[in-house]
């Protein structure tokens, strides 16, 4: 099993630009979110879902769209990147949606807007 | 605002040392997880504890939950330069959606061999 899959692993945008950051998980698991984390801030919860079809805000939605069309991917859009949005970016997926279960994680998304 | 706060920020030790890491969090919890983070890396799950367990070992790890208090420490034996890393406590709590796991901000351990 690949596990939690992000591409890609480096992005530098512009402000102003729009990307997708791609998240895919290969263990038929129900949960997936996005993370942000800065220096000093930790992992901060952008946006979760429980299932297809279903999404949730996390703690710092604003600038950031999800869809969940299939079970295995969550991508993550930026419509019109900022300087703030600067961070490393986790994608994380678990088993069930009820909790006590683990979160696997992806390796990451460097992004820098300038 | 972060429901975990780890303490303290940063440890060093030498090799053979133990170290310990303190996470305090501040509503009712379904369990409370740790995770250890590489440099450059994404975070990998170490143990997970249940709201109604007191104490969990795994290896050379031993977690220990305190929900009167609302803390958590974590115990690291006869550690190891390999052992370099951030250690995350995460809570997971109910939300509307499910429960979310919500992180604190680490705590670094530096082991010098």
């Known amino acids: 099993n690949a596990g939690v899959t992000q591409t890609p692993k480096f992005q530098v945008l512009k402000t102003g630009q729009s990307m997708t950051l791609q998240c895919a998980q290969d263990?038929?698991?129900?949960?997936m979110s996005w993370y942000r984390q800065d220096p000093g801030m930790g992992l901060r919860l952008i946006h979760y879902?429980?299932?297809?079809?279903?999404?949730d805000q996390g703690e710092v939605p604003n600038g950031y769209n999800v869809s969940r069309s299939t079970t295995e991917d969550f991508p993550l859009r930026l419509l019109s990147a900022a300087p703030s949005q600067t961070s490393v970016y986790f994608c994380?997926?678990?088993?069930?949606?009820?909790?006590?279960?683990?979160?696997?994680f992806g390796n990451g998304t460097r992004l820098t807007v300038t | 605002s972060q429901q975990g706060e780890e303490d303290p920020q940063a440890l060093s030790i030498q090799e053979g040392e133990n170290a310990t890491m303190n996470c305090s969090y501040k509503?009712?919890?379904?369990?409370l997880q740790w995770y250890r983070q590489n440099s450059g890396r994404g975070l990998v799950h170490l143990i997970l504890?249940?709201?109604?367990?007191r104490e969990k070992h795994s290896g050379r790890l031993r977690v220990t939950l305190d929900t009167s208090k609302k803390s958590s420490s974590l115990l690291i034996t006869a550690s190891r330069a390999a052992d370099t890393a951030s250690y995350f406590c995460?809570?997971?709590?109910?939300?509307?959606?499910?429960?979310?796991?919500?992180f604190g901000e680490g705590t670094q351990l530096t082991v010098n061999p």
């Open positions: 879902s429980v299932g297809a079809g279903i999404t």
């Open positions: 995460a809570t997971d709590a109910r939300g509307t959606s499910g429960s979310r796991l919500t």
């Open positions: 504890i249940r709201s109604n367990e």
């Open positions: 263990m038929n698991h129900e949960y």
């Open positions: 509503t009712s919890i379904n369990n």
């Open positions: 994380a997926s678990r088993a069930y949606m009820g909790g006590n279960s683990p979160l696997h």
